[in-house]
Structures are given as C-alpha cells and as structure tokens.
C-alpha cells in the first residue's frame, strides 16, 4: 500500500526526566534507553489525583445505598429508583475514573520489577469496580427490607454494572517502564534505526508509514497526517507501545517498497516466548545498521 497521507516530522517534545542514580546503582544496571518526560510525569499525576477522586465518590455512594438507601422501611419502588440511580452514578465515576488511571500508566508507566506492585496498579480500575459493587450487591441479596422482584432488579442491574465497570477498567495491553526498552531495542533490531510512525489519534507506534493501521485510521486532528520521529518522540507524544502487529507490518513495509525494508530481517519467536531477530537472509545487499531507512515523507 503506497503512502497517502501526508509524513510530518515530529514536534520537537521536552526533554525527559533524568533518573538520579548513585554510581553503584548505575554500574550495576544500565540507565533505562525511554525516560518519562517531565510533562508527561505531570499530566499522570494530575490523571491519577482525578481518578481517586472519582473512585472516593463512587465509594462514598456506595456507602450511601449501603447505610441509607437500603435500610428504608418500607423499602418502596421509589427507593428502588433511587438505588439504581446511586448504581448507574457510581459506575460512570467508576468507569471514568479507571480511563483517566489507564492513561496515566500508558503516560507514566510502572516498574515490573515488584510483580505483585505492578498488577495492582495496572488493574487498580478493575479492583476499584470489586469494591464498588460487590458488598452492595451481597447487601442487596440479603436485604430483608426489599421484595424479592425488587432484589431481581437491583440485583441484577448492579451485577451488569459490575461487569461492565470491571472489563473496562482493565488494561488488557499494560505498559510498563521495562517495556519501553524493550519496544525501543525491537524497533532498532528490526530497522536498524530508531524511526517509527504514528497518528495523534492512535495508542501505539509502527514501522513504516506504508501500514494499512495508519493508512486507514481517519484522523482529522492534525490534517490527516502521520507523524515521523523517535520511540523517545514516540512515548513523549502519548504512543507507549510498538503495535503488537509489527511482524506483519515487516510484510507490509516490504511490499510498498518502503526504502530499506527489503533488508529487515524476518523475526521469530523462540520456545521460551522471547523474540529475536535473527540475520536477514536477501539476495540484495543489507542496509548496514548504522544506516537509517528513509522516512517515506515524500512518498
């Protein structure tokens, strides 16, 4: 697929946070290729402070129908409304909340080194909807006060907000610090080069412009364009990832002719899941991996 879109060049992006470290600590391991930029460090904070804002209100709604909603006697229709109403509020702070965490962690992503930490606080949103939902629910069921048809209904609508709450809160493509690294050092195994392409609508980075994710996103926010620049240019923009579709796209860069993109080598995935990329077997002569592909901006 030729390039259509326009390629711009990336705006130039502020300079990444330095991690202090002592002289042990950094003959011990090396420094991290992808730091977190100082604006983007703050634009997670400020996410992360409104989602437990968020969650502190739906918590405290909870508590509302726990302690008073449920407890009126007789328990009427009318205080079966209000109990759906307090359901349907809690699960859309909730809900909010949990995409604003979401965003935080892809803007300012947490360490994988404590397994345990980062689970948590990359499925904090699920955990939050648990708690939001589950003892109303088991409060509901046990309730004395209220018919059974009235338990059936808030019973019932409490667990689909659950669900819902709980599948959205969820990051099924977490990011963490290690895994920007990682990313970085693919992209440079595979290109040789540390270039990548985006859209500002979009979540990840690519390979090439040439893609069919790119060609065919429509994205009016920046005149339709893709955007070129560095895995740093990448992650500061809000693009933590590299598609997950990157060896497919090797294919794809390759068929559009993409200058270099015949000399990337084919990947492959060893029996204990790592990737590696072994030499490129091609009867052209192999870029050198000092060599930069051309950005195809003016294809």
Not at 261 to 274: E, K, R, Y
């Amino acid at each position: 697929m030729a390039t259509t879109k326009k390629v711009v060049k990336a705006s130039s992006s502020p300079a990444p946070t330095k991690r202090p470290t002592s002289s042990s600590a950094a003959s011990a391991q090396p420094a991290p290729r992808i730091q977190i930029s100082a604006e983007n460090k703050g634009k997670a904070r400020m996410y992360r402070t409104i989602a437990i804002i968020l969650w502190a209100v739906s918590i405290g709604l909870e508590l509302f129908g726990i302690f008073y909603v449920l407890r009126r006697v007789p328990f009427t229709n009318t205080w079966l409304i209000v109990l759906i109403g307090v359901l349907v509020v809690c699960a859309i702070l909730t809900i909010v909340g949990s995409q604003l965490w979401k965003r935080a962690n892809h803007l300012d992503p947490p360490s994988e080194k404590n397994k345990v930490s980062f689970f948590v606080k990359s499925q904090l949103g699920s955990i939050v909807a648990i708690l939001a939902f589950l003892p109303i629910i088991i409060l509901i069921l046990l309730n004395k006060n209220m018919k059974g048809s009235q338990k059936a209904i808030a019973g019932g609508v409490a667990g689909v907000l659950l669900v819902v709450a709980a599948l959205t809160g969820a990051d099924f493509a977490p990011v963490s610090q290690e895994s920007l690294d990682t990313d970085a050092s693919l992209v440079s195994q595979i290109t040789g080069s540390d270039t990548v392409y985006w859209v500002p609508g979009g979540s990840v980075y690519h390979l090439c412009p040439d893609v069919s994710d790119l060609q065919q996103t429509n994205q009016n926010e920046a005149k339709n364009q893709i955007v070129e620049g560095t895995v740093q240019e990448a992650v500061d923009h809000g693009k933590p990832r590299l598609t997950k579709k990157w060896q497919s796209e090797i294919t794809q860069c390759q068929k559009a002719g993409f200058e270099g993109a015949n000399a990337w080598p084919v990947s492959d995935v060893t029996a204990n899941g790592l990737t590696t990329i072994p030499s490129a077997t091609t009867t052209e002569e192999p870029t050198s991996n000092n060599e930069a592909p051309a950005t195809g901006a003016s294809q």
